[in-house]
């Protein structure tokens, strides 16, 4: 049984079905090797070529496929029809090493019955112009990602990274608040006149002021609003001019991948990504009720409007049938499609224009049906008719100023029975027809309405917004607008407000530092032509000499932009003797041996030299910053990586395990004192009396329970304890220890006690 390789299980499900098991379908679940993720895998030396590395989440898809390819007579490859899916099966066909002649690349734009067997018995070799021209977008998005992500991760902070495109449209995003910010609003004030013909014969109809002797006026404060207010007064409203037509409306074009984000996110606050994942979902197949596991809607990643003359004579016929003769054009509409727009690829319409979005209604979600409707609502539209409209304009006049009236009824649906526009906010004929006035005929005032206003800055991006200024601009491709935006956000680049795109402080440091130091890569024009030139290698073109010829400059650039700032010191290094050099980094200003890579050393500039001396190799300590604040470290690291805490001083006191000055350090209970090297601890104390077993000086100690005792400083040699400060003397009737206790001194033991002389009893005072 021959083998259908397609990328998604859904996809799988869906062709398996139509083929009614005359046919094995599998899915690779994508690519199943890419460059490998660790590392540039761009072989700068050797013409830019690229390394790939198989996913490791694809050895068992891989090594199911290869055992299915060895059954199979023949293997068809029926990946998407661009140019990621003509690379996905030229990966397919090397890792599973398929030989000439077994292996076949077929292609459909829909996943229907009779595309599908269309495609089976019209195979193909694979197109490597699309190869490469694949390859070419991914090493230059690699190298350039890769190489920048670096930079703003040293300059700014970690975790941050570029692209080609994606800095391209933060730039955009950056500019456009700037502008906002920097927006100052002016007033002005918009008059209406409410007027009626004299006869009353006519509802009453607004007009807006706009002329002032002639030329475009506002009243620009409230001051000039009461003045012009004043001088209409005076003056009637004549009829100065009346144009009465019948306005045409021409169907829109059916859905790009640009449109339809836009339509979406417009009409029901889609994001991009979302709409994508939908349409993704409606092209490979869904479950319904009446049909089982079926596709809906064509290739839903192009930038083409055109429509196969098959599908377009359906649509005919059938908007005939649905809404009647009139509403089919005398000749087929056709659209152009944008400039640079692959052809090949057909626009998105649905499958069957038989299946409606209402008979699908029990089988999708809200969001499904949604996104079908649009779909198929636009595509039976672009084949309707024009709508047609009464339309009425009138131009009145009162003494030097001018006012504008003007209103549409609708003559024929034509189009507009089938799908709806979006609203623009500055349309303001209403859907009602204004009356017909006779030139020169008087008007009669009702009211005039004063109301302030204020220029708006322009408005922020919204996803639709951002496609649409992409596309215009000629940035990014179809296939890239979603995950653009999706990048943005999952960074945090941008926050929402409502569907608005806020850029964070960072994406402001980002743009200015890219804008800075790769005007070339952040230029909009640069980036679009850099876009033509690759689309360019589909027909044939070297995609080496086009890396060949961006990467040195780029290179340079990014040379500079690593040491810009850098500034060689008289201070020399301390381990080989040669100069350091200033460097800027994430966390500030440092210091770097000029004699890298011989000698690595670094240091903060303006180091700290502390008095605590190392306690492995007795160095002063230095000053140093970390994630938790400041801390001591040794200067002579790597060989020696001895730390300490900042704020702890050292103590007199030595550990009583190995010998080491110990340190004050802070703890649930307070200060108590540590050992650096061995861990031992105890709490602070002072000396205090001698030992009477060793002669060693005891030290005054506080319990737990916070009791004061005594013990001998060589613990745990000597395990002297005292609850009364020893003196270090026998008792002269028993020969136990003496100890101090108030004013006396007394017999640990037996009841001999003596006043304690005055002189020693002051310095206990002063203790």
């Known amino acids: 049984m021959d083998l259908i390789i397609v990328e998604s299980p859904s996809k799988a499900k869906t062709i398996s079905k139509y083929l009614k098991g005359k046919y094995r379908?599998?899915?690779?679940?994508?690519?199943?090797?890419?460059?490998?993720?660790?590392?540039?895998?761009?072989?700068?030396?050797?013409?830019?070529?690229?390394?790939?590395?198989?996913?490791?989440?694809?050895?068992?898809?891989?090594?199911?496929l290869q055992e299915e390819a060895a059954k199979a007579k023949n293997v068809y490859l029926a990946t998407d029809p661009d140019r990621e899916g003509e690379a996905i099966s030229w990966h397919l066909k090397d890792v599973l090493q398929l030989p000439e002649g077994k292996s076949h690349r077929i292609e459909f734009n829909e996943i229907s019955p009779a595309a599908v067997e269309h495609a089976l018995q019209n195979p193909r070799e694979i197109n490597y112009g699309l190869v490469d021209a694949q390859q070419?977008?991914?090493?230059?998005?690699r190298l350039v990602g890769y190489k920048l992500s670096p930079l703003l991760?040293?300059?700014?902070?970690?975790?941050?990274?570029?692209?080609?495109?994606?800095?391209?449209?933060?730039?955009?995003?950056?500019?456009?608040?700037?502008?906002?910010?920097?927006?100052?609003?002016?007033?002005?004030?918009?008059?209406?006149?409410?007027?009626?013909?004299?006869?009353?014969?006519?509802?009453?109809?607004?007009?807006?002021?706009?002329?002032?002797?002639?030329?475009?006026?506002?009243?620009?404060?409230?001051?000039?609003?009461?003045?012009?207010?004043?001088?209409?007064?005076?003056?009637?409203?004549?009829?100065?001019?009346?144009?009465?037509?019948?306005?045409?409306?021409?169907?829109?074009?059916?859905?790009?991948?640009?449109?339809?984000?836009?339509?979406?996110?417009?009409?029901?606050?889609?994001?991009?990504?979302?709409?994508?994942?939908?349409?993704?979902?409606?092209?490979?197949?869904?479950?319904?009720?009446?049909?089982?596991?079926?596709?809906?809607?064509?290739?839903?990643?192009?930038?083409?409007?055109?429509?196969?003359?098959?599908?377009?004579?359906?649509?005919?016929?059938?908007?005939?049938?649905?809404?009647?003769?009139?509403?089919?054009?005398?000749?087929?509409?056709?659209?152009?499609?944008?400039?640079?727009?692959?052809?090949?690829h057909e626009c998105i319409r649905p499958?069957?224009?038989?299946?409606?979005?209402?008979?699908?209604?029990?089988?999708?979600?809200?969001?499904?049906?949604?996104?079908?409707?649009?779909?198929?609502?636009?595509?039976?539209?672009?084949?309707?008719?024009?709508?047609?409209?009464?339309?009425?304009?009138?131009?009145?006049?009162?003494?030097?100023?001018?006012?504008?009236?003007?209103?549409?009824a609708l003559k024929f649906a034509g189009y507009t029975a089938a799908y709806q526009e979006s609203k623009k906010e500055d349309d303001e004929e209403s859907g009602k027809l204004l009356p017909l006035l006779q030139k020169g005929e008087e008007l009669d005032l009702i009211r005039l309405l004063s109301e302030q206003k204020f220029t708006k800055p322009p408005q922020r991006y919204t996803d639709a917004s951002l496609v649409k200024a992409m596309e215009d601009k000629g940035i990014g491709r179809p296939s890239t607008y979603a995950s653009i935006i999706s990048v943005l956000t999952r960074r945090k680049y941008v926050t929402k407000e409502g569907k608005y795109m806020v850029p964070t402080e960072v994406a402001f440091e980002i743009t200015d530092l890219l804008v800075k130091y790769f005007t070339?890569?952040?230029?909009?024009?640069?980036?679009?032509?850099?876009?033509?030139?690759?689309?360019?290698?589909?027909?044939?073109?070297?995609?080496?000499?086009?890396?060949?010829?961006?990467?040195?400059?780029?290179?340079?650039?990014?040379?500079?932009?690593?040491?810009?700032?850098?500034?060689?010191?008289?201070?020399?290094?301390?381990?080989?003797?040669?100069?350091?050099?200033?460097?800027?980094?994430?966390?500030?200003?440092?210091?770097?041996?000029?004699?890298?890579p011989a000698c690595s050393n670094i240091k903060s500039e303006g180091v700290e030299i502390s008095a605590t001396k190392c306690p492995k190799c007795g160095a002063n300590m230095v000053v140093k910053s970390g994630r938790y604040g400041k801390f001591l470290a040794c200067?002579?690291?790597?060989?020696?990586?001895?730390?300490?805490?900042?704020?702890?001083?050292?103590?007199?006191?030595?550990?009583?395990?190995?010998?080491?000055?110990?340190?004050?350090?802070?703890?649930?209970?307070?200060?108590?004192?540590?050992?650096?090297?061995?861990g031992q601890s105890q709490p602070i104390s002072e000396l205090a009396g001698t030992c009477p077993v060793c002669g060693a000086p005891t030290r005054r100690m506080k319990s737990k329970a916070g009791k004061i005792f005594y013990s001998c400083t060589k613990y745990p040699q000597c395990k002297f304890m005292s609850w009364d400060m020893p003196t270090g003397e026998k008792c002269p009737r028993c020969g136990k220890y003496l100890v101090k206790k108030g004013k006396q001194i007394k017999c640990s033991s037996c009841n001999y006690a003596i006043d304690v002389p005055e002189k020693e009893e002051t310095e206990e005072g002063k203790e």
């Open 153 to 344: 991760c040293k300059r700014i902070h970690s975790g941050l990274s570029a692209g080609r495109v994606q800095s391209v449209a933060l730039r955009l995003i950056v500019d456009r608040e700037r502008e906002i910010r920097a927006f100052v609003p002016e007033e002005y004030w918009n008059i209406h006149a409410e007027l009626q013909d004299k006869p009353k014969n006519n509802a009453p109809f607004r007009a807006l002021l706009g002329e002032k002797k002639g030329k475009k006026y506002l009243p620009a404060s409230a001051e000039e609003n009461e003045a012009v207010r004043a001088e209409l007064a005076q003056n009637p409203y004549i009829v100065d001019d009346v144009k009465k037509t019948v306005a045409r409306s021409r169907a829109p074009a059916p859905f790009t991948t640009s449109t339809l984000q836009q339509d979406a996110s417009n009409k029901f606050g889609m994001t991009s990504p979302d709409v994508m994942l939908v349409a993704q979902h409606l092209y490979e197949g869904m479950d319904t009720e009446a049909e089982g596991h079926i596709a809906l809607v064509t290739y839903i990643r192009t930038d083409s409007v055109r429509v196969s003359a098959e599908a377009q004579a359906k649509a005919r016929a059938f908007i005939a049938e649905k809404f009647g003769p009139d509403y089919v054009p005398a000749k087929p509409n056709v659209y152009a499609s944008k400039k640079g727009a692959q052809d090949a």
């Open 25 to 64: 379908v599998d899915a690779s679940g994508g690519h199943v090797r890419d460059l490998p993720e660790k590392r540039l895998g761009v072989d700068i030396k050797n013409n830019f070529e690229p390394t790939y590395v198989v996913n490791a989440d694809k050895k068992a898809v891989i090594a199911r």
């Open 136 to 141: 070419a977008r991914r090493v230059l998005d």
């Open 635 to 678: 200067p002579n690291y790597p060989e020696c990586d001895a730390t300490l805490p900042f704020e702890r001083e050292v103590s007199k006191e030595k550990c009583p395990k190995c010998g080491e000055l110990m340190i004050y350090r802070k703890g649930r209970n307070g200060r108590y004192l540590s050992c650096p090297k061995c």
């Open 351 to 408: 499958i069957d224009l038989r299946r409606s979005p209402e008979s699908l209604k029990g089988s999708l979600d809200k969001r499904h049906y949604n996104v079908y409707k649009l779909i198929y609502d636009r595509f039976l539209a672009s084949q309707m008719s024009e709508a047609l409209y009464d339309s009425v304009q009138l131009k009145i006049k009162n003494g030097d100023y001018g006012f504008k009236a003007s209103g549409r």
């Open 520 to 596: 070339d890569i952040m230029d909009v024009g640069f980036t679009a032509r850099m876009e033509d030139m690759l689309d360019g290698i589909e027909e044939g073109g070297d995609w080496h000499k086009i890396i060949a010829g961006f990467y040195p400059p780029f290179a340079e650039k990014l040379l500079f932009a690593s040491n810009d700032g850098d500034e060689m010191t008289d201070i020399l290094c301390e381990k080989c003797g040669h100069p350091m050099i200033r460097k800027n980094g994430r966390y500030g200003k440092f210091l770097a041996c000029s004699n890298y």
